[in-house]
């Protein structure tokens, strides 16, 4: 009888039930053990350790596979560029320097930028450039902080991170290079990733460049040979990108060519 009164009073709200329901033992708290052991938290931190060193390269090979894409697109964009130079020049490749069709005559750097229609025009209608300012010059995958081009004249300056190969251009390397000439132009590297060497440009062939540039089987010379994950993004005359590891830019021949120059050099 009792029972049933408080279960109607706690049903009812009246002051009862909120009295009974505060004296109710619900059994919580007895004999109850602590949450973790000593020993479980050391395994739980074992095991986010394990995860975590699992999980960071897994991150770091896809921020790397990242970096090498848009690097590639840059590749791939500024080969775009060489070939609407190569329409409005009778087929020819642009000289690293004195492209006397520009004030001041500018390295190819600056014409492909024209081309690609990158950068602001000032009053004067060039095109100029700021190292704040990102252009498809610098690979995100380069790490160098201090690789800015600052002799470009009326252009200002920019971050740059390839080099243009001039391996099988005429001495001195004042004159533009014909497509045609090349046998093969899908096996004709034409720009690389480069490390900063206030140079712009490479070259097999030591009256093309100087010590900063001359490359070699064995002398990679500023060239960013394992920029991503231990290889290099290259731009070849007929506009396709492939990454490469360096010895395999040597390892490859082309027919009719002299097999020491791998893709280098065709003439």
């Not at 009888?1 to 039930?17: I, L, N, T, V, W």
């Not at 010059?137 to 902080?145: A, E, I």
């Not at 201090?146 to 080099?163: H, L, Q």
Request: with cysteine; hydrophobic share 35%.
């Amino acid at each position: 009888m009792r029972f049933a009164m408080q279960k109607e009073d706690f049903a009812m709200g009246g002051e009862s039930s909120s009295r009974h329901f505060g004296r109710m033992d619900w059994g919580i708290g007895k004999n109850r053990s602590p949450a973790f052991t000593l020993t479980e938290l050391l395994v739980v931190m074992a095991i986010l350790g394990l995860l975590a060193g699992l999980a960071i390269p897994a991150v770091k090979r896809g921020l790397d596979a990242g970096k090498s894409a848009q690097c590639a697109n840059n590749l791939k964009q500024m080969g775009i560029g060489f070939q609407r130079y190569a329409a409005e020049n009778e087929g020819s490749l642009p000289m690293a320097w004195f492209n006397n069709s520009y004030v001041g005559w500018p390295g190819w750097d600056v014409l492909i930028l024209d081309y690609l229609e990158v950068g602001t025009k000032n009053s004067s209608g060039n095109r100029v450039y700021s190292e704040k300012i990102p252009t498809p010059l610098f690979c995100p995958g380069d790490s160098c902080r201090t690789n800015i081009f600052w002799n470009m004249g009326p252009y200002g300056s920019i971050r740059y991170s390839y080099r243009l190969n001039l391996s099988s251009y005429d001495e001195p390397g004042n004159i533009p290079l014909k497509i045609v000439k090349l046998s093969h132009p899908a096996k004709q590297i034409l720009v690389c990733d480069g490390e900063f060497a206030y140079y712009h440009h490479v070259s097999l062939n030591p009256a093309l460049t100087d010590s900063k540039g001359t490359l070699g089987k064995n002398n990679s010379n500023h060239v960013a040979t394992t920029r991503h994950s231990g290889a290099a993004n290259y731009l070849f005359v007929d506009g396709h990108v492939e990454k490469l590891k360096w010895a395999e830019t040597w390892n490859q021949t082309v027919p009719g060519v002299d097999p020491n120059w791998g893709l280098w050099r065709q003439r």
